[in-house]
C-alpha cells in the first residue's frame, strides 16, 4: 500500500510557475512507476507525465511537453511536478499516483494509462487566472 498526499497549488497569473508536490508513505517507494494527471470540470482527467521507478525514464503529453517537468527523489519519498509558462487552460484538479513495479536493470518506457495506476491522491487544484 501507497499513501499519496498532494500539495504546492494554488492560484498564479498566466505565465507564471509552480511546482507540485507528491509525498508518498509507504513502503518500497522506490519501487513505484509514478504519474501527474490532471482533471479540470467537466473533462475527463489527463494523464500529464509519467515517471519510472528510479527516476531515470519519463514520459510527457504534448500539452504540456517543454513546459512541465517531472522528477522524483526516492531518498524524501517525494515525487514533484515543475509547471512553467502556465495557461489558462492549465486550471484543473492535479493528481498524483502510482503503481508498484519492482526494481529494473532496464526500465521500461513509463506509460500514461490512467487504469495502469493504483494508488492516487486526493488531488490539489491549480488555478490559472489573471
Known amino acids: 500500500q501507497l499513501r499519496l498526499v498532494e500539495s504546492g497549488g494554488g492560484l498564479v497569473q498566466p505565465g507564471g510557475s509552480l511546482r507540485l508536490s507528491c509525498a508518498g508513505s509507504g513502503r518500497n517507494f522506490d519501487a513505484h512507476y509514478m504519474g501527474w494527471f490532471r482533471q479540470a470540470p467537466g473533462k475527463d482527467r489527463e494523464g500529464l507525465a509519467a515517471i519510472s521507478s528510479s527516476g531515470a525514464a519519463t514520459i510527457y503529453a504534448d500539452s504540456v511537453k517543454g513546459r512541465f517537468t517531472i522528477s522524483k527523489d526516492n531518498d524524501k519519498n517525494t515525487m514533484y511536478l515543475q509547471m512553467n509558462s502556465l495557461k489558462v487552460e492549465d486550471t484543473a484538479v492535479y493528481y498524483c499516483?502510482?503503481?508498484?513495479?519492482?526494481?529494473?536493470?532496464?526500465?521500461?518506457?513509463?506509460?500514461?494509462?490512467?487504469?495502469?495506476?493504483?494508488?492516487w491522491g486526493q488531488g490539489t487544484q491549480v488555478t490559472v487566472s489573471a
Open positions: 499516483a502510482a503503481y508498484y513495479s519492482g526494481r529494473y536493470s532496464i526500465e521500461p518506457t513509463p506509460v500514461l494509462v490512467r487504469d495502469e495506476f493504483d494508488y
